[in-house]
């Protein structure tokens, strides 16, 4: 598939602060790609670089294969005549004009008809579903409104890509949940490119194509479609980035592998691909079966929490510990209510491997 976004070897610094060093990124024509990282990695300096506001220290960027920045040859062409409808992290929507005049601004820049002004407005307005309220002020509108003012603004000039920075941040889970289908919905209906950043893994699995996991120095640690990175993720840290995990330290000894400073030697579901002394076990709660026949590794029940619908039990393991939720029902009926104190067995339906030596990358778990 044709790429409509490029960068080579992208490098960004403010002062001494390297942001970016050497970014390779392609973004396929029509796809939604997100880019997820925690905070401060270099996501909206990105978005930025892409839509022109910043320029590179070096590298190359494209877009629909004309060169828009090129430290080399000093490049530059600027941003309005990228091409691109832009969501920035802050959304500024224009407070002194009202949800119309918004939404028409990017248009009277082109200096479009006014007619055609007028069409396009109300069939944008239409389609984020703000019809009755496009006579009014941002003041007068809820987060979620404004929020739908700026993807109109952004989609009205019919671009080809969209750069969406967290443009869903300040909405409550709800209106969240609502929106990033919308998002997705307009992506697919007008065929548009969608580069999405954000620092929420479930948003990122629910929208993407594909997704790119930064890490904390701006670097791109695995590229891949939501499944690859969620069950094949590249190193503990995208591992770890991709949500709620449990980890074991594992120590091998010729062929076998022990849990902890333990000597309980389990069927590991499968081993670790690779050499290492120490390693790492990551484990999702639904990965974990908990059970009182001796099957699997032996632990003790540390704490028992009743959380309504669910049992939260954390466990121990020859001195290592890891939490694992059961519904309570199940709990019940198949009589897996476990007191403190009290002995279980651990089985996995899946686990990751990882050297341990990533650990001190990765800090503490
Ligand atoms: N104009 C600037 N001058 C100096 N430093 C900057 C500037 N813009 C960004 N930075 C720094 O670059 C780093 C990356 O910033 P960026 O805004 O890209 O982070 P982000 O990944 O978007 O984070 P968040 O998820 O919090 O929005 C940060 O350490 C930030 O302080
Ligand atoms: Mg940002």
């Not at 062409?77 to 004009?97: C, K, N, S, T």
């Not at 109300?122 to 019809?131: L, S």
């Not at 980035?241 to 076998?256: H, P, Q």
């Not at 309504?308 to 121990?316: L, V």
Request: net charge negative.
């Amino acid at each position: 598939m044709q790429d409509i976004i490029k960068l080579e070897g992208v490098c960004k610094a403010y002062g001494d602060h390297q942001v970016l060093k050497d970014l390779d990124l392609s973004i396929r024509k029509g796809e939604c790609f997100t880019m997820l990282g925690p905070s401060g990695c270099g996501k909206t300096v990105t978005i930025r670089l892409i839509a022109g506001h910043e320029v590179p220290d070096s590298g190359k960027i494209e877009i629909d294969d004309t060169v828009v920045a090129d430290s080399s040859t000093g490049a530059y062409i600027p941003p309005e005549r990228r091409g691109l409808g832009i969501v920035f992290q802050d959304y500024a929507v224009w407070p002194h004009m009202t949800v119309t005049q918004n939404i028409a601004y990017p248009l009277k820049m082109e200096k479009r008809p006014k007619a055609e002004i007028d069409k396009l407005v109300k069939a944008m307005i239409a389609t984020v579903g703000m019809e009755g309220l496009d006579k009014r002020l941002p003041s007068e509108l809820s987060g979620g409104q404004q929020q739908r003012v700026a993807l109109a603004r952004a989609l009205v000039a019919d671009p080809s890509v969209m750069l969406l920075d967290e443009p869903l941040s300040n909405l409550d889970a709800n209106l969240r949940e609502e929106m990033r289908f919308e998002i997705k919905a307009l992506q697919q209906r007008f065929g548009i490119t969608v580069l999405y950043v954000t620092h929420d893994q479930e948003v990122a699995l629910a929208i993407s194509d594909r997704i790119a996991i930064m890490d904390a120095n701006g670097r791109i640690r695995q590229t891949g479609t939501p499944y690859e990175i969620f069950e094949k993720p590249a190193d503990l840290f995208v591992f770890k980035f991709m949500g709620i995990a449990n980890f074991l330290a594992v120590r091998s000894e010729g062929d076998k592998y022990y849990v902890g400073t333990g000597t309980q030697e389990v069927p590991w579901p499968e081993g670790p691909a690779g050499t290492a002394e120490k390693w790492v076990v990551g484990f999702r709660p639904s990965d974990v079966e908990i059970g009182r026949e001796a099957k699997g590794l032996k632990g003790v029940i540390k704490r028992a929490n009743f959380l309504g619908s669910t049992m939260d039990y954390a466990i121990e393991i020859d001195g290592e510990h890891l939490r694992t939720e059961l519904v309570a029902h199940k709990a019940i009926s198949q009589d897996l209510m476990f007191q403190e104190g009290e002995e279980c067995y651990i089985t996995f339906k899946a686990l990751h491997w990882f050297d341990a030596k990533q650990l001190e990358e990765v800090g503490e778990l």
